[in-house]
């Protein structure tokens, strides 16, 4: 098994996707245990953001994110899925 898909297969059994995805939606900010950033999908999934967040963290940006979404990982929000950020950008 080559080294991609070895990652590829742990990164499937912590329940992420297996390819990152792009989104576009609303940055919000939460002030629910202590805060963190949302995102409010077009499609309507509200999301708790990890990672790469620093360029979009204004409550209301329009923005598109490329990540990986985490279903199986529990954050103390619990205000929805978590995706990991790999990159973000306002349009």
């Known amino acids: 098994m080559d080294g991609r898909r070895a990652a590829d297969d742990a990164a499937a059994r912590r329940g992420y996707t297996f390819s990152m995805s792009t989104i576009r939606g609303t940055v919000r900010r939460s002030d629910l245990e202590g805060g963190h950033w949302q995102l409010e ?32 990982a529990m954050g103390i929000a619990m205000t929805g899925p978590i995706l990991r950020v790999k990159t973000a950008r306002r349009v």
């Open 41 to 72: 999908a077009d499609d309507g999934t509200t999301y708790v953001l990890e990672g790469a967040t620093r360029p979009i963290e204004q409550d209301g940006a329009k923005v598109e994110v490329d990540g990986a979404v985490d279903e199986e």
